[in-house]
């Protein structure tokens, strides 16, 4: 059956995550919904325009209350990231955003299921919880979703295998603090320096993988692409609407998305990222992956450092 799915922010990322929206078939109905009316209006003549290969599709240019009876609403709205700045620089400008939204957009679409992707993330995600009124299993921030495709493509291109036999996430914080709990990756099911001996009998030649290197890698990854370009918006828009796929599903899926813990590896009351199940009712639950206790502090310390920052944040 297909969907109506609501985007709020028509920048870069909210406009590439329509227009790869409009390229799926799960969504009957895209609105498109932003401060600079000239500019959604335009965003979404552009993008019905490219759609006549596909099924019909309605993608509007709408208001607060085109939302009504959306599955899906997703929030983009924010002052982008800027060269040399961290997500947690941009916090307080865009929860005061956040705040103006959530009531507006929560009144319409008290049903749907919000995915937040506003910078930075877990820090929105957390805000928009408190201030929405909605139930939590509602919320899902995209986390770090797209910090484990980074990685599953650096993976892949190091072991030479297709990102599908990757099993490895991000943990964590949407930034700095985010890690790898490497002691539960794997490709198909073998941990990383075995595969290596096993690949190399076969003639791969595969050099020895350095932890520390991929993590960097997966790290800068954001940063190094707004330098060049001046914004990432295609790898999230991908991996945001892949997460909306998973929420129109027939069954559930395990996923790296930011939700609200509730004493999952000694971490409570804050958004952040770590196996959980999301499907058509929203957020079911965590699947708390066995971890190293060094990893857990890991986790712990992330927790922390975005803890230290919303006690900063005027959430009221």
């Not at 307080?92 to 956040?98: E, F, G, L, M």
């Not at 705040?99 to 928009?128: E, G, R, W």
């Not at 899902?140 to 190091?158: C, F, K, Q």
């Not at 709990?181 to 595969?195: K, T």
Request: hydrophobic share 40%; with cysteine.
């Amino acid at each position: 059956m297909a969907s109506k799915i609501t985007i709020i922010g028509a920048g870069s990322v909210g406009a590439t995550i329509a227009y790869t929206l409009s390229q799926e078939t799960f969504a009957s109905e895209i609105v498109i919904i932003d401060i600079n009316k000239e500019k959604v209006d335009g965003e979404a003549m552009d993008i019905v325009q490219g759609t006549a290969f596909r099924d019909p599709i309605d993608v509007i240019s709408g208001e607060y209350e085109d939302a009504k009876d959306s599955d899906i609403v997703i929030i983009t709205s924010g002052v982008p990231r800027k060269a040399g700045q961290t997500r947690i620089e941009l916090a307080q400008t865009n929860v005061n955003i956040i705040k103006d939204i959530a009531p507006k957009i929560a009144s319409v679409a008290p049903k749907a299921l919000y995915v937040i992707v506003s910078n930075p993330v877990d820090v929105m995600t957390y805000a928009f919880l408190k201030t929405s009124g909605l139930p939590e299993n509602q919320i899902i921030g995209s986390g770090t979703l797209l910090d484990t495709t980074r990685l599953r493509y650096g993976l892949a291109n190091h072991f030479k295998i297709a990102q599908k036999n990757i099993h490895a996430y991000v943990f964590g914080e949407h930034g700095d603090s985010s890690f790898v709990p490497w002691s539960g990756a794997s490709v198909a099911g073998v941990p990383l320096d075995e595969y290596t001996k096993i690949s190399n009998t076969y003639g791969k030649d595969l050099e020895k993988f350095d932890e520390a290197r991929m993590e960097e890698y997966v790290h800068k990854s954001g940063g190094e692409i707004i330098k060049r370009k001046g914004a990432t918006f295609y790898g999230v828009a991908m991996s945001v609407v892949n997460l909306c796929g998973m929420l129109l599903a027939a069954y559930e899926s395990v996923v790296t998305v930011s939700t609200m813990m509730h004493g999952e590896y000694g971490v409570e009351d804050v958004c952040t990222s770590c196996l959980t199940i999301v499907g058509p009712e929203g957020v079911k639950g965590k699947v708390e992956m066995k971890l190293t206790d060094e990893e857990v502090v890991k986790f712990q310390k992330s927790a922390d450092a975005l803890k230290a920052v919303i006690a900063q944040l005027d959430l009221n």
